[in-house]
């Protein structure tokens, strides 16, 4: 069964830098985009970007552009975001999506807490 | 970008009640590549509704979409006490996708 796994909850310092992996199982990994989407405490779903799977090509959407860095490493079907310049703005729980063209994020993973604070 | 408009915010209803969530886009979607997500307390959002209409693999028949271009709705027809949590629209017929605000529903 297809399954998204992140890792676990960072605690960063502003200006300091985190990364958050997803490793994905049960699927050809590279036949599909991950995406990645952001939801700060009690608020809405913020979609930040994606990554082609099979040619490594990223897109960022404008308000990430310059922070965001989204990666894979397809021998082991994991797919990275790398978030630079902490502010307290980016507490937020950090999601993976499966995604392709045409069709919905159809698994996500089970979120990642990542907490900025002094 | 376009941009998506849950209403309402919040929605109180009784289970057994009929709910109508609507979400409207500044302009059209493609394909009519519309979705529904439900999102409980500290869980991932899980598709309920693609395509705007087509219920997604496990989803009970009682909930259903409708609409086109760029007014949709969610329908619950017989809420069950575990429907009452935070539903968001997406829209992913164009890049970037966008999610709306979501519409909390809860019980009465």
């Known amino acids: 069964q297809v399954q998204l796994v992140q890792s676990g909850a960072e605690v960063q310092k502003p200006g300091a830098s985190v990364r958050v992996s997803c490793k994905a199982s049960?699927?050809?990994?590279?036949?599909?985009?991950m995406q990645w989407i952001r939801q700060a405490p009690g608020q809405g779903l913020e979609f930040m970007g994606w990554?082609?799977?099979?040619?490594?090509?990223?897109g960022y959407t404008q308000k990430f552009q310059g922070r965001v860095t989204m990666t894979r490493d397809t021998s082991i079907s994991t797919a990275y975001l790398d978030l630079s310049r902490l502010e307290s703005g980016d507490t937020a729980v950090y999601f993976c999506?499966?995604?392709?063209?045409?069709?919905?994020?159809?698994?996500w993973g089970q979120g990642t807490l990542v907490t900025v604070s002094s | 970008e376009i941009a998506l408009t849950q209403s309402p915010d919040t929605l109180s209803l009784s289970p057994g009640e009929r709910a109508a969530l609507s979400c409207r886009a500044s302009?059209?979607?493609?394909?009519?590549?519309l979705a529904w997500y439900q999102q409980g307390p500290g869980q991932a959002p899980r598709l309920v509704i693609y395509?705007?209409?087509s219920r997604a693999t496990g989803i009970p028949d009682r909930f259903s979409g409708s609409g086109s271009g760029t007014d949709f709705t969610l329908t619950i027809s017989r809420l069950e006490p575990e429907d009452f949590t935070v539903y968001y629209c997406?829209?992913?017929?164009?890049?970037?996708?966008?999610f709306g605000q979501g519409t909390k529903l809860e019980i009465k």
């Open positions: 990554i082609n799977l099979r040619s490594g090509d990223p």
């Open positions: 395509g705007a209409s």
């Open positions: 999506a499966r995604a392709a063209i045409g069709h919905p994020n159809d698994f």
């Open positions: 997406q829209q992913y017929g164009s890049a970037p996708r966008t």
């Open positions: 049960g699927y050809t990994f590279v036949d599909y985009f």
């Open positions: 302009q059209s979607v493609n394909n009519n590549y």
